[in-house]
């Protein structure tokens, strides 16, 4: 099974900052790996898959990259909508399909 | 429009058998795979595991092997999640998502409660 990794923790910017979050696998997969944003008392949403396609409807000041074992998820501006708590997840060759333990974007 | 709408909140006893489902809509049902996520209070996301409702195989994480079974109703376009025996440990919000790789579409989760 791959472990993913998530860091920071807690990321603490404020709003026009730029946000760089990152998730380190167990061993490689290629690039099959999906981001997610989660609020409080939602569903999450599909930001990014395939480690760097934006899913329909996501704003370009996100962005995701990486492959094989180390990927990153970027936010160039952040909006004060961003500020929730981010998962990746990895769909490798094949299941357990597993997700890191999430990144809490806070304001600062 | 694709949407997954998942069956309302449930308070159960331990020992109590559940089945909780989630209804696609707005796309060829037969045609993705859905998984179930599981999150603990405060907690991250977990994957159970995905079922084809086309044929209904299925995939389950070893971690959940054996603790629930997926089934799914292509005439209803419905897919469940089920226990035979609940424990207090099953309390969680659990998600339902389009395909078998990552989720695309999301249910808007069910909230199972299990207490003596």
């Known amino acids: 099974e791959i472990v993913l990794t998530q860091s920071p923790g807690t990321l603490s910017l404020s709003p026009g900052e730029r946000a760089t979050l990152s998730c380190r696998a167990s061993?490689?997969?290629?690039?099959?790996l999906a981001w997610y944003q989660q609020k409080p008392g939602q569903a999450p949403r599909l930001l990014i898959y395939?480690?760097?396609s934006r899913a329909t409807g996501i704003p370009d000041r996100f962005s995701g990259s990486g492959s094989g074992t180390d990927f990153t998820l970027t936010i160039s501006r952040l909006e004060p909508e961003d500020f929730a708590v981010y998962y990746c997840?990895?769909?490798?060759?094949?299941?357990?399909?597993?997700f890191g333990q999430g990144t809490k974007l806070e304001i600062k | 429009e694709v949407q997954l709408v998942q069956s309302g909140a449930e308070i159960k006893k331990p020992g109590e058998s559940l089945r909780i489902s989630c209804k696609g809509s707005g796309y060829s049902f037969t045609s993705y795979w859905i998984a179930w996520v599981r999150q603990m209070p405060g907690k991250g996301l977990e994957w159970m595991g995905i079922i084809f409702p086309g044929d209904s195989d299925t995939k389950y994480s070893p971690s959940f092997q054996g603790q629930v079974t997926f089934s799914a109703d292509k005439s209803i376009r419905t897919a469940y999640l089920q226990w035979s025996s609940l424990k207090a440990s099953d309390t969680a919000m659990y998600y339902c998502?389009?395909?078998?790789?990552?989720?695309?579409?999301w249910g808007q989760g069910t909230l199972v409660t299990v207490s003596s």
């Open positions: 997840q990895q769909y490798g060759s094949s299941p357990p399909y597993t």
């Open positions: 061993q490689s997969f290629s690039s099959n």
């Open positions: 395939g480690a760097s």
């Open positions: 998502a389009r395909r078998g790789d990552y989720g695309d579409y």
